[in-house]
């Protein structure tokens, strides 16, 4: 196991929450491995509902976990090595993200085919993730990526 899978493990196993989300059919379910790190870990989840309004959420989660520690969870269509998540077009993870406190981790949760080799072009509102979890022939591993975590 690799230096970058023990951060993230070993921030689950400290974290008070994690905040996971309900996949849609082409994206990792992320459950099964923070259950097999922590089978306590108190953890909620973000609906599968379009119609959400991401800040309101946000300050619901802000509002329910406290001040604890806290993992959050995102699926996407691609990532890159620097941190760059690309969603389904809507910006919808960039505002809850925006609208959280900054000391809860960010990973971002993938299949090997959507992990860019080449850095995405970066927009101003695009908020960046700390880990990439990448989910390829029934196994997971971890990458830190960005800078926003030391």
């Known amino acids: 196991m690799g230096d970058d899978a023990t951060n993230l493990e070993v921030r689950i196993l400290n974290a008070d929450s994690c905040v996971l989300y309900e996949p849609f059919g082409d994206e990792p379910d992320v459950s099964a491995y ?10 909620v989840v973000i609906p ?15 509002d329910r976990l406290g001040k604890g520690s806290v ?3 995102a699926p996407g269509r691609e990532f890159d090595h620097e ?8 910006g919808w993870y960039d505002r809850f993200f925006a609208a959280v406190p900054a000391w809860w ?8 085919t959507r992990v860019s080799e080449v850095s995405l072009p970066r927009k101003e509102t695009d908020e960046p993730i700390d880990f990439l979890l990448i989910f390829d022939k029934g196994f997971w591993s971890v ?3 960005g800078t926003r975590l030391s």
């Open 83 to 90: 941190g760059t998540r690309y969603g389904r077009g809507g």
């Open 48 to 62: 599968q509902d379009k119609n959400l309004d991401a800040r309101a959420l946000a300050t619901q989660y802000v």
């Open 105 to 112: 981790v960010r990973v971002g949760v993938s299949n090997m």
């Open 71 to 73: 993992i959050v969870f």
């Open 143 to 145: 990458e830190k990526v």
């Open 34 to 43: 923070v259950r097999g790190i922590d089978s306590k870990k108190s953890c």
